[in-house]
């Protein structure tokens, strides 16, 4: 499809994002059984509960277009999760196991708030205010979640995935 104009950029991109969060959907609950962490779980479990409604959010916004999210396949969330799913697949301590997740899924939440804030300010330019409000309530539990995870790590996990180096070290 030629895109002609920047409402047909703007609908191509939520096309983009309703794949991502579907991606996302089917994704996280691998995450989230091989977490550690319960606090790492928690996050991941709650932030699976939003990714939910930010389907349903964007299955409104094409309602009220009148349009569909079709059958559109994020390639970047794609190559996200399976960056993440080569990471559950390696063999590693609990503690680095849990560094690694939490270094996908920052990854991805990053991805999509770049995403969000695109779409949000194509809305407001389009004069979609609707639209635009669902798509920053979205982009704020992202940034959220994105934060979230960095003070768990920040807090315990990279610490303890540090823990094997000193032991290493001390029996050298
Ligand atoms: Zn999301
Ligand atoms: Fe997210």
Redo the contacts with the bound molecule.
């Keep these: 499809m030629k895109l002609r104009s920047l409402h047909d950029l703007y609908v191509s991109n939520l096309k983009d994002l309703y794949s991502a969060?579907s991606q996302?959907v089917k994704a996280l609950p691998k995450m989230i059984k091989n977490a550690s962490a319960p606090d790492l779980q928690d996050a991941l479990q709650m932030?699976l509960d939003?990714?939910r409604e930010?389907v349903n959010r964007l299955q409104r916004i094409f309602e009220e277009m009148d349009s569909s999210p079709g059958r559109k396949k994020c390639k970047g969330m794609e190559g996200l999760i399976e960056e993440g799913q080569e990471i559950i697949g390696e063999l590693a301590e609990p503690e680095v196991m849990d560094a690694g997740i939490i270094a996908a899924a920052q990854k991805?939440?990053h991805y999509?708030i770049s995403g969000y804030g695109t779409a949000r300010a194509y809305a407001r330019l389009l004069n979609f205010e609707q639209a635009a409000d669902l798509l920053g309530q979205t982009l704020e539990?992202?940034t959220r979640?994105d934060a979230k995870l960095t003070e768990i790590a920040v807090s315990e996990v990279n610490r303890q995935a540090t823990n094997g180096e000193h032991e290493a070290m001390t029996a050298r």
Aim: net charge negative.
């Design positions: 969060e996302i932030h939003e990714t930010h991805v939440e999509e539990e992202e979640a």
